[in-house]
């Protein structure tokens, strides 16, 4: 079995500017996403939950990216979107995929208490595939990931362009 897991923010669509829009919003100012991250783990969450909802219409795709999860269904992988977001995300998440011509299944954290370098290591320890690619655009879940399961494929996504690890 060979399954590719494609995270979504960051990875497969650039949420940067709906994030910047929302903490403009929420705090009076346009955080960079490295400023985003530095923040307490309730306001991080405030800020995931108005922007998927009220800025999706900011998101934009990462071409490259679709073009390369279109050609790995192609070559006969099961694809699949491994986000850290919360299940109450997956139906417009879905709508973006299918805008993007993609139709897969979306994997979806229950609640905030796993960090998501863990949340993802134990889904991938679970699967028993033969073969693993993974997108991903935090280096730091690539790092984790593959330290613990070495044969993983990994492709680090930066401004929309694939990296392979």
């Known amino acids: 079995?060979?399954?590719?897991?494609?995270?979504?923010?960051?990875?497969?669509?650039?949420?940067?500017?709906?994030?910047?829009?929302?903490?403009?919003e929420i705090f009076g100012k346009p955080l960079s996403l490295e400023q985003i991250a530095t923040l307490q783990v309730h306001e991080r969450a405030r800020i995931y939950d108005v922007n998927l909802v009220k800025y999706a219409h900011l998101y934009e795709n990462n071409?490259?990216?679709?073009?390369?999860?279109?050609?790995?269904?192609?070559?006969?992988?099961?694809t699949k979107v491994l986000t850290a977001r919360l299940h109450k995300d997956i139906g417009s998440i879905r709508t973006m995929l299918i805008s993007m011509g993609l139709e897969m299944e979306i994997i979806c954290r229950q609640n905030n208490a796993v960090k998501d370098q863990d949340y993802k290591l134990d889904y991938i320890r679970s699967l028993g595939a033969d073969h693993i690619i993974l997108l991903e655009d935090k280096p730091k879940n690539i790092e984790h990931i593959c330290r613990h399961m070495p044969e993983i494929e990994a492709y680090l996504v930066v401004n929309g362009h694939l990296q392979k690890e």
């Open 1 to 24: 079995m060979k399954i590719a897991l494609i995270d979504f923010d960051g990875t497969l669509v650039n949420h940067e500017p709906s994030m910047k829009a929302t903490a403009l």
């Open 63 to 78: 071409h490259e990216v679709v073009e390369f999860v279109k050609g790995l269904k192609s070559e006969g992988f099961e």
